[in-house]
């Protein structure tokens, strides 16, 4: 039974206003960002900080006042670097945290509005319904059939009954029914509030990614480490000094590990994060930007990703004929013809059988919107344009009991009471499946209303059946012996850039599915125009039978539980699942898929709290461009880490092969550090900041098992870091027998090798387009700052180097440019031949 205490107003915009001042927001305190020392002590505390620390010390001791002022220049310079990258990764994702705010629904005054929930302060009135989160500790006063999964709260898996007087805490879950509650408690006081303050100092685990790419660094420390020391014992044999060669060997350890890349990494995922933010797509949890770039299935409801999401009710059957509606949006403008006694029955039916309401138009939004389910607000607009004022009818018919809809049952049963009569009106509005058997609606052509809705959901329409009856107050409240009332077709355009979103996947070679819980005849025509053409749809009875959903792409009558069968079974072929959804009951999936993507304006609190991926468009384009970015960003750090490590695997070469060929030391160690500063700072994050390659989503997907180094990486990495090792040893030995300055030569072809390499690793641009771009700049001021010693007296001095001629330039760049261009020449035929294979398959 369903039991109500006096409803409050609640609180006026100026009353919620001084509250919010005198309580504060509705939220966590968030830990405060380390001081600036202190992000440079975490700096310095990186082992390859460390050595070079420890070789400052060294040299020091040694009064090498050259190698030292080097060593500390980079040391400062590096740390620099890291904690501006390390503010702007934490700048982008505080950003990230509040675009993906939740919401509330409260009312004030006597109008209902949707606030962030941080702006709910103690007394606000606040209003409830499946799928939301409560934002703050509540005293309930209405109650209707109000069940909460407080699991977040006591662990306990079972949802809780709950009654009018009770209380409801923050954080927990709305699971079934509606009800409405005066906050009582907010912020650090609310239960969730006093938990949250114990883990607010919790650092953020790192990434799947981040985590590989640490345990590969420590790999290739370890290598690095044991080759230095190869090159520090070759020198002492040849009689070298040994604080001369500890200082090398440290000097080339720091150069040749990329100490960089866990800086790179995290400020690509976090400035990726927030370009999604930017295309409408709000990433929740870090780990999704790097997962996106490997989905190969992408599941999507219907209804608000691949249609409009704003419901229409254009056409009412009734036994005495169909009428038309006209009007545009949610606006209640508009109207129906013909009118007829038995369409007013039936506008009233749905009016009344009805939990939405209409939200007119204010100065910021100049248009109508629906609070609540839009198809419920599409039923409001069209009792509007009927002539039926839902807003004097709800106050004359009062509700006095009700059987809330659930995906189970697939309907909704309201009772009311009658002005100026005794008997109750039972009304009851659902699938046509469910409605018209003769078990419900006994009385009315059900025969022809079947008929007719077939017809509506082949032509694309959401077909919902209304029936009706009049009992007398003592009568068992059931939901059967009801008399057809009529049907209501809804329509959803599809958006008019579905079909090219399911044109783009096939060519990204993603696969679509297409989930929905409407008819199958509703389901095969939207799949017919936005070009899905599967041959087939796979209902939920089937999937119950034991149909294997791998052998389908278009789904109907779906059950959101079943939906965890259709991830699980993809899964289990090995694909990497994106899955949209926007119920509460669609949480259990969005949490099994790889990628849980929810929708932002249309979608229930629940969905985007156990999202990875939140749409703020609710548009499936704004996936594409999110599995896009995912793809820019993993082939970004693959692409820092051919050019990184490459460089430092000539760097080691020439180090190890150099002394054979009779170069006692072939760079001395603020050379190496010099190198190493110039080729690993700015490119390096600017490789990280490349935009797409225009071909990406003319690619399929790369496969989940592959290594960060696989795919041909560490071979492509060997053969460019071999080649820069090879051209910067010819010029040291051309230097040599010509009697030029060798080592400066060394270090000039090495350098500008590295560099040289940046760019022809550079995206390609999207033909008729050419601007300059963050890698051409950083690239440049390096260069200049890599021949710039050489010139300039001072400097010269302090990195041991000697003045080239212009002809040694000459010669140094000519050589320097090799590598850049067999990277070029490699990339041409490439893609040459990849030509060459589309051409003669499209043949």
Not at 776 to 796: C, E, K, Q, S, T
Request: charged share 20%; hydrophobic share 45%.
């Amino acid at each position: 039974m369903t039991v109500r205490v006096s409803a409050p107003r609640g609180l006026s915009t100026r009353q919620a206003a001084l509250a919010l001042v005198e309580h504060g927001p509705n939220t966590i305190p968030a830990p405060r960002p380390p001081s600036p020392w202190l992000r440079v002590l975490a700096q310095l505390r990186d082992p390859m900080i460390l050595l070079l620390i420890a070789a400052a010390v060294l040299t020091a001791s040694l009064h090498d006042l050259t190698d030292l002022t080097v060593i500390l220049v980079v040391v400062v310079l590096n740390t620099t670097v890291g904690v501006v990258q390390e503010i702007r990764a934490e700048h982008a994702l505080a950003a990230l945290n509040r675009l993906a705010a939740p919401h509330a629904t409260v009312r004030r005054g006597d109008r209902t509005t949707v606030i962030r929930s941080a702006d709910v302060v103690p007394g606000d009135v606040v209003l409830l319904q499946a799928g939301d989160v409560v934002p703050a500790d509540l005293q309930l006063f209405d109650a209707v059939r109000l069940q909460a999964d407080e699991s977040a709260l006591t662990g306990e898996s079972v949802p809780v009954e709950k009654e009018p007087t009770g209380e409801l805490y923050a954080g927990t879950v709305v699971t079934r029914g509606r009800g409405a509650g005066v906050v009582t408690r907010t912020g650090t006081l609310s239960a969730l509030g006093k938990i949250a303050v114990l883990l607010s100092n919790q650092r953020p685990r790192a990434t799947p990614l981040q985590r590989r790419l640490a345990g590969l660094s420590r790999v290739l420390s370890i290598v690095a480490v044991a080759l230095s020391a190869v090159v520090a014992v070759a020198g002492l044999i040849r009689g070298l000094p040994l604080p001369s060669m500890v200082v090398t060997a440290v000097s080339l350890t720091v150069a040749a590990v990329p100490e960089s890349l866990p800086a790179v990494v995290t400020l690509a995922l976090a400035i990726g994060a927030h370009r999604m933010a930017q295309r409408a797509a709000v990433v929740r949890k870090l780990p999704a930007v790097e997962t996106l770039g490997a989905v190969t299935v992408v599941a999507t409801d219907k209804t608000g990703t691949l249609t409009e999401g704003i419901m229409q009710a254009e056409r009412l059957w009734t036994e005495s004929g169909t009428a038309i509606a006209s009007g545009s949006g949610y606006d209640p403008a508009g109207a129906l013809e013909p009118s007829s006694a038995a369409v007013f029955r039936l506008l009233r039916d749905v009016a009344l059988c009805n939990d939405a309401a209409l939200r007119p138009p204010t100065a910021d939004d100049p248009v109508w919107r629906p609070i609540g389910d839009p198809t419920e607000a599409a039923l409001l607009t069209l009792a509007h344009r009927g002539g039926v004022d839902p807003g004097e009818l709800g106050p004359a018919c009062p509700r006095v009991y009700e059987l809330p809809f659930d995906s189970t049952r697939k309907r909704m049963t309201t009772f009311h009471e009658q002005p100026g009569r005794d008997d109750v009106l039972v009304i009851g509005k659902g699938a046509p499946e469910v409605l018209l058997t003769p078990e419900v609606t006994p009385y009315g052509d059900i025969v022809r209303a079947k008929a007719v809705a077939a017809e509506l959901s082949a032509a694309g329409f959401r077909v919902l059946a209304v029936a009706d009856k009049v009992v007398s107050p003592r009568a068992p409240r059931t939901e059967d012996e009801l008399h057809l009332a009529g049907l209501v077709a809804i329509t959803d355009p599809v958006r008019h850039n579905a079909a090219d979103v399911v044109t783009s996947f096939g060519r990204a070679g993603v696969d679509l599915l297409l989930i929905t819980g409407d008819a199958p005849g509703t389901a095969l025509a939207v799949a017919e125009r936005i070009g899905l053409r599967d041959g087939g749809v796979i209902t939920g009875a089937d999937i119950d039978h034991g149909t294997d959903p791998t052998t389908g792409h278009v789904f109907a009558r779906i059950r959101p539980e079943q939906k965890l069968d259709i991830v699980g079974a993809w899964q289990e072929h090995g694909h990497v699942v994106a899955m949209t959804g926007d119920g509460v009951n669609d949480a259990p999936a969005l949490r099994r898929a790889d990628i849980g993507v929810a929708m932002g304006r249309g979608g229930t609190e629940v969905a985007r709290q156990a999202a990875d991926l939140v749409l703020t468009d609710d548009d499936l384009g704004t996936v594409e461009a999110a599995i896009e970015e995912g793809r820019r960003i993993y082939t970004n750090i693959r692409t820092f880490l051919r050019y990184a490590l490459s460089g430092g695997l000539a760097e080691i070469l020439v180090m190890l092969i150099g002394p054979l060929l009779g170069f006692a030391v072939p760079l001395l160690p603020g050379q190496i550090l010099w190198i190493n500063m110039l080729t690993h700072g700015l490119p390096g994050v600017a490789i990280g900041a490349e935009p797409a390659d225009p071909e990406a989503m003319r690619r399929p997907p790369r496969s989940p098992q592959e290594q960060i180094l696989g795919a041909g990486l560490w071979q492509r990495i060997a053969a460019t870091g071999t080649l820069i090792g090879a051209v910067t040893l010819v010029a040291a030995s051309w230097a040599h027998h010509t009697g030029a300055p060798w080592q400066t030569m060394t270090y000039l072809v090495l350098g500008l090798s590295q560099l040289g390499v940046a760019l022809a690793l550079r995206r390609p641009t999207t033909p008729g387009t050419h601007r300059l771009r963050f890698l051409d700049a950083a690239v440049g001021g390096a260069v200049a700052l890599h021949i710039l010693p050489i010139f300039v007296a001072p400097v010269r001095s302090l990195l041991g180097l000697q003045l080239l001629t212009a002809p040694q330039v000459l010669v140094a760049l000519a050589l320097a440019v090799l590598p850049a261009a067999a990277i070029v020449v490699r990339r041409h035929r490439g893609a040459r031949a990849a030509s060459t294979r589309a051409l003669v398959s499209s043949k």
